[in-house]
């Protein structure tokens, strides 16, 4: 990723137990965005939320399975984000529930590699 240069942020909610086979989804496109060489992906689970079916869901520590609210976010240059998000298209959309997608623009003033150089 380019300081200075069009970049987007890539944000997919769904819920924090969509499964893709046996594994959770949003485990799922976070590995695949690694694997593509993007810049960055961050999943946050909420607390509480609705979508389109405007069933609440929330987080009660007495239940067994957490059903709440999650957001994946990617960061990387537009092209990228873009081509990215047309190889999971078919997966979101062949999801049993529903999920929303975003792009948007943003300003990226920092990038900072925490790796060593050799």
Known sequence: MKINS???LLRIFLSSTDQ???DLLSESIVL???KEGLAGATVFKGIMGFG???VLHSYKFWEITDKVPAV????DEEKKIREFYETIRLQLESMR????VTIES???LMFK???KKD
């Open 97 to 100: 529930y529903g999920c929303l």
């Open 32 to 34: 695949s965005a690694r």
């Open 106 to 108: 943003i300003e990226v």
């Open 20 to 22: 893709v086979k046996q």
């Open 113 to 115: 590699s925490g790796r």
């Open 52 to 54: 389109a079916s405007s």
């Open 6 to 8: 069009t970049n987007s």
């Open 72 to 75: 994946i976010e990617i960061i």
